[in-house]
């Protein structure tokens, strides 16, 4: 599968952006679907992750109840809505999707098989 997201951009402090991850092939809801950023001198960080179904997801404690995955299986995308941004938030943000069966939602690089090209989001203050 490819993956590309998109949507990222330049945002004050407080305001909002939504990014998608648009995949090819006809197999995405097989996919387990995740959100990463690194921003410079740091290491890959997980952001969150969504289910094949979009029934269940998880995120990492610094964007709960700011960010909220989603995903069409039919559109074969998924997003991650972005509240509340802070000066921190600032990353290249990329989407993997994982092949592999799981009976839980990865949250490290090496758990996922494939990875998309980044966009970058930048929070000013």
């Known amino acids: 599968v490819q993956l590309q997201a998109s949507g990222g951009g330049l945002v004050q402090a407080g305001g909002s952006l939504r990014l998608s991850c648009a995949a090819s092939g006809r197999t995405f809801s097989r996919y387990v679907m995740g959100w990463f950023r690194q921003a410079p001198g740091m290491e890959r960080e997980f952001v969150g992750a969504?289910?094949?179904?979009?029934?269940?997801?998880t995120y990492t404690d610094s964007v709960k109840g700011r960010f909220a995955i989603s995903r069409d299986n039919a559109k074969n995308t998924v997003s991650l809505q972005m509240n509340s941004l802070k000066p921190g938030d600032t990353a290249v943000y990329c989407c993997a999707a994982r092949s592999r069966g799981t009976y839980y939602l990865p949250t490290v690089p090496w758990e996922y098989d494939y990875w998309g090209q980044g966009t970058q989001v930048t929070v000013s203050s």
């Open positions: 969504i289910v094949r179904s979009g029934g269940n997801t």
